[in-house]
């Protein structure tokens, strides 16, 4: 069984990105993904310029539009107010296109991927074996890259204290005009819904991303 330097759990953008940058080091990496690339993930898809200026690569073959104006509404008010800038404040994309071309990336610096692999426990020691669905992996280092509830940090003994929140999302096909109107710049509804906001981000597609995300107010910071 080959040992890894380092073993990334999960292939979205941070653990692709990690493996891409400890790649260039010539730290031998495994990129470990439950699903087969690329796959759907529910997200709204906005990439602010900050964080595509930051990364290490051209990624407009996957912007799906960019803007370079922003409003924001707010319910029950007159209030609106919008933001313009020379360079694209959100970029759109859809993660499966974006996540994949991170792991591409990663690919080409020798990382290897292993997908349908579906990790089930970890022995750890002094070097980590990792049980998948499709037969043992080990490593030195263990990167848990699989998402905001992680069952992986669950597994090395990571205690949950947040306070957890949902979040919904939908993909709505709207009459012509209606997607004419709404296609042309990104819009934020500041307590379209209590205590929350809406938001709207075009895509090329015929379909209008709408995500709503609700926010319980609570003491704790999360």
Request: glycine share 8%; with cysteine.
């Amino acid at each position: 069984m080959k040992v890894f330097d380092v073993a990334i759990i999960g292939s979205g953008p941070a653990g692709a990105s990690a493996a891409f940058e400890l790649s260039k080091s010539g730290i031998t990496t495994v990129i470990i993904e439950k699903e087969m690339l690329p796959r759907y993930k529910t997200c709204g898809g906005g990439l602010v310029h900050r964080g595509r200026n930051n990364i290490p690569f051209d990624v407009s073959s996957v912007v799906e539009q960019e803007f370079y104006e922003v409003d924001t509404y707010f319910s029950n008010t007159n209030i609106k107010l919008t933001t313009k800038r020379d360079k694209p404040i959100i970029s759109m994309i859809m993660r499966d296109a974006f996540d994949n071309l991170i792991v591409e990336k990663a690919k080409e610096n020798g990382v290897t991927l292993l997908q349908n692999h579906k990790v089930n426990s970890i022995t750890f020691g002094e070097t980590q074996t990792i049980h998948t669905s499709e037969g043992d992996i080990q490593a030195k280092f263990i990167i848990a890259g699989d998402g905001a509830l992680s069952p992986i940090a669950k597994m090395a003994g990571w205690q949950e204290t947040r306070t957890v929140i949902p979040a919904l999302e939908y993909e709505i096909e709207v009459p012509p005009a209606d997607f004419e109107r709404l296609s042309k710049n990104v819009r934020f509804d500041v307590d379209a819904i209590p205590s929350g906001y809406g938001w709207c981000f075009p895509k090329k597609i015929i379909y209008q991303l709408v995500s709503a995300f609700w926010l319980k107010r609570t003491r704790k910071l999360i």
